[in-house]
T-cell receptor, first 114, second 113 residues
């Protein structure tokens, strides 16, 4: 069985602060994929990043960075110098083995205040 | 390139009725998945289709069904609606088999009264 835990239900920061969203996953498969999605109020889930289980390189994309650690089954997401437009619900998700579905965490509501 | 299009965006039904939701994937994408999002249960997988075949199904009752057409467009149907079926129904498409990222539509928000 697969499981994704996002322990932080809500986070509130002031603009320009750095913020890290935590994600812990569980799977027995050796091949799996991890994702982060952003859901603004409009409802659409916006794809941010995909990582496969064989690539533990951390990635940086502008103000976004991701830290993948298989040893702790974590795939954390950091926003540097947060902006009001970053306010949204962020979901971590897992797809593993031959299973075609995504298992989502409960999401973290990030509010960036001006 | 047009994104995933879902219709209708909003709808209100009463208990016992049925509803059909439609999803047009991104051009060239052959995999379509459906998810239900509720405040209590979060995002839950309903089913996934590839080339008109259902490859995987989530833990939902038989009242929830779907299909995919030869042009990759997909529909899902919920019969005998219950209050608990009120949710945002999200459709996603993908071009790769099992490894690619999913691209989501804006969803169909169903309210059951």
């Amino acid at each position: 069985a697969q499981k994704v835990t996002q322990a932080q239900t809500e986070i509130s920061v002031v603009e320009k602060e750095d913020v890290t969203l935590d994600c812990v996953y569980e799977t027995r498969d050796t091949t799996y994929y991890l994702f982060w999605y952003k859901q603004p109020p409009s409802g659409e889930l916006v794809f941010l990043i995909r990582r496969n289980s064989f690539d533990e390189q951390n990635e940086i994309s502008g103000r976004y960075s991701w830290n993948f650690q298989k040893s702790t089954s974590s795939f954390n997401f950091t926003i540097t110098a947060s902006q009001v437009v970053d306010s949204a619900v962020y979901f971590c998700a897992l797809r593993s083995g031959s299973n075609y579905k995504l298992t989502f965490g409960k999401g973290t509501l990030l509010t960036v205040n001006p | 390139k047009a994104g995933v299009t879902q219709t209708p965006r909003y709808l209100i039904k009463t208990r016992g009725q049925q509803v059909t939701l439609s999803c047009s994937p991104i051009s060239g994408h052959r995999s379509v998945s459906w998810y239900q999002q509720t405040p209590g249960q979060g995002l839950q997988f309903l089913f996934e289709y590839f080339s008109e075949t259902q490859r995987n199904k989530g833990n939902f009752p038989g009242r929830f069904s779907g299909r995919q057409f030869s042009n990759s467009r997909s529909e899902m149907n919920v019969s005998t609606l219950e209050l608990g079926d009120s949710a945002l129904y999200l459709c996603a498409s993908s071009t790769e088999q099992g490894t690619g990222e999913l691209f989501f539509g804006e969803g169909s928000r169903l309210t059951v009264l």
